[in-house]
């Protein structure tokens, strides 16, 4: 079952988890201490927009299971070139306070920019929004850079608004298949890329020696069926799963002499709900500079080629 379901939690369940793991972060590495507090002030929007759209409904798309699964079977992942209404005013309050967390987290004058380009209607929310959904890099890009905004930013702000959709819009799809057509379609999804969004995995949990790749963007959990890149599919030599600290072998990267790529890979007692998978990335970012100091990276977001501006 390639495709890994995770029941969903209460939001005081969450959030007590949350605190839970930042304190165990912190007390570990107490120079993360910014970024966390950052990274809890960001996370607790999150978390409460998701708690609002898990109240209301979703958009009623024409998705059939057998539709999507044509989709997959070509290696397409099911929301790529949907046209999908966004509940731009549920979400919008949300994107303005990220800016205002981001501003009083460090980024004052950029996250304080974007914020009032987005309230002069200089930048429409509802395209920024569905770019950020159609995984569109370049268009959020370029539009940040014609206003004069840090394009790093405006996709983070962008993406953590539209994340609790898609995180409910791939459970909708993908939660209660059944035994058809997507079901088997799900089953022989066997790509590095996420079957719902198309994104990257930010990092693979490791449950019970399960390696379960975790979607950076909308969190599905999906497994391999075979141990290699998971960018380039190489499974011989140049594919080398490392331990950079002897003492941490719990912390693994992947890394792929091939293609140069990189994946890390951490045992977790349970896959995180969502939207903790991030607390899994920051508390491995000396991972990351590990894999970069070797000169590995992350390729970019795969265009599926149909997006929509
Ligand atoms: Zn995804
Ligand atoms: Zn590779």
């Not at 495709?3 to 972060?25: F, G, N, T």
């Not at 070139?81 to 990220?98: K, M, N």
């Not at 075979?226 to 380039?232: D, E």
């Not at 890390?264 to 903790?276: A, C, N, Q, R, W």
Request: charged residues 20%; proline residues 9%; hydrophobic residues 45%.
């Amino acid at each position: 079952m390639p495709y890994v379901p995770i029941p969903a939690v209460s939001r005081p369940y969450l959030l007590d988890l949350a605190e839970r793991r930042w304190q165990a972060v912190a007390a570990r590495r107490p120079d993360l201490e910014p970024a966390l507090a950052l990274q809890r002030a960001l996370l607790t929007l999150v978390i409460d927009l998701a708690a609002t759209l898990d109240g209301g409904r979703l958009p009623k798309l024409s998705l059939p299971p057998r539709y999507v699964a044509a989709k997959l079977a070509r290696g397409v992942p099911a929301l790529a070139g949907e046209p999908i209404p966004l509940p731009v005013p549920v979400l919008t309050p949300t994107l303005l306070r990220l800016c205002d967390a981001l501003a009083a987290g460090g980024a004052a004058a950029a996250a304080t920019h974007i914020r009032e380009t987005i309230e002069s209607g200089n930048i429409d929310p509802g395209s920024l929004l569905s770019a950020s959904l159609n995984r569109d890099q370049a268009a959020v890009r370029t539009g940040a850079l014609h206003r004069g905004l840090s394009p790093d930013l405006v996709w983070l702000v962008a993406e953590l608004a539209v994340s609790p959709f898609v995180n409910a819009l791939q459970r909708w799809l993908f939660g209660n298949v059944g035994g058809g057509a997507l079901a088997a379609a799900l089953d022989g999804w066997n790509r590095g890329y996420c079957p719902a969004c198309g994104s990257w995995p930010a990092v693979a949990e490791v449950v019970d020696g399960h390696r379960t790749l975790r979607c950076s963007f909308c969190s599905s959990a999906w497994e391999l069926t075979t141990y290699a890149c998971i960018y380039c599919a190489e499974s011989g030599e140049p594919f080398v799963t490392a331990a950079p600290d002897e003492d941490r072998t719990d912390r693994r990267i992947e890394v792929c002499k091939s293609c140069g790529g990189y994946l890390k890979t951490i045992d977790v007692p349970e896959l995180s709900p969502f939207p903790l998978l991030s607390i899994s990335d920051i508390e491995t970012t000396d991972l990351d500079v590990a894999a970069m100091e070797h000169g590995y990276g992350r390729p970019p977001l795969k265009d599926f080629g149909a997006r929509k501006a």
